[in-house]
């Protein structure tokens, strides 16, 4: 399968400052991306879709001005948690799917802990 | 509204004894089924991709199969390396094909013992 890396694979952070996650399709263009957020012992909830060169669709419930998604190019996406406080502790994973591909491939996740 | 519903909860085998898990679905035009596996701290691994009723897919000690209503994830002698938690996600067809994102089951966590 395609594969996905996802940077950083852990972080820690204090409360109030912004981190930015990154997601690369390495062997693939990824037209579309997709940012979940999964809960312990949850199966994953996505938070919103983007296309390279146009703004994301957020899911109902999640707030666009805090979760910034950017999907510059062909291969890299970036969700940035801005003003992070300890609620938005969680594992954030992206995926990625090529134009005219089925298939949605998966980075490593992020494991956000904010204190 | 789609819906994806995955069973059981949670799943105990011991090494060698074979099961099934249970995917059932609600949508309104089915684009594509997958399954995917889940180790702990790490992203889902793609297994399968079923598109039509009837179809079969098979990796080593695993099937996947699909019906209209429900698709199956069939384990043949599992061993302790294959614990893990199953997903499995609908996709369905879109007006303009911009989305069509996934719609995730809640899992099965399959523990195999030794």
């Known amino acids: 399968g395609a594969v996905v890396s996802q940077h950083p694979s852990r972080v820690i952070c204090k409360s109030g400052t912004s981190v930015k996650i990154e997601c690369r399709s390495l062997?693939?263009?990824?037209?579309?991306m997709f940012w979940y957020r999964q809960f312990p012992k949850q199966s994953l909830m996505l938070m919103a879709t983007?296309?390279?060169?146009?703004?994301?669709?957020?899911e109902q419930g999640v707030e666009k001005d805090k979760f910034l998604i950017n999907h510059a190019s062909l291969t890299l996406s970036t969700l940035t948690v801005t003003s992070a406080h300890p609620e938005d502790s969680s594992f954030y994973i992206c995926?990625?799917?090529?134009?005219?591909?089925?298939?949605?491939?998966f980075g490593q996740g992020t494991r956000l802990t904010v204190v | 509204e789609d819906q994806v519903t995955q069973s059981p909860e949670a799943l105990r085998l011991q090494e060698g004894e074979s099961s099934s898990l249970n995917c059932s679905y609600t949508?309104?035009?089915?684009?594509?089924l997958f399954w995917y596996r889940q180790d702990p701290g790490k992203g889902p691994e793609f297994l399968f991709t079923l598109y039509s009723a009837g179809e079969e897919k098979e990796k080593e000690r695993l099937k996947a199969t699909l019906t209209k209503k429900e698709s199956f994830l069939h384990i043949t002698a599992p061993k302790p390396e294959d614990s893990a938690t199953y997903l499995c996600?609908?996709?369905?067809?879109?007006?303009?094909?911009?989305?069509?994102?996934?719609?995730f089951g809640g899992g099965t966590r399959l523990m195999v013992k030794p």
């Open positions: 983007s296309n390279e060169g146009s703004k994301a669709t957020y």
């Open positions: 949508v309104s035009g089915l684009r594509g």
């Open positions: 995926s990625a799917r090529g134009a005219d591909s089925a298939e949605a491939f």
């Open positions: 996600a609908v996709q369905v067809f879109w007006w303009n094909n911009a989305g069509n994102m996934l719609t």
């Open positions: 062997d693939f263009q990824a037209t579309t």
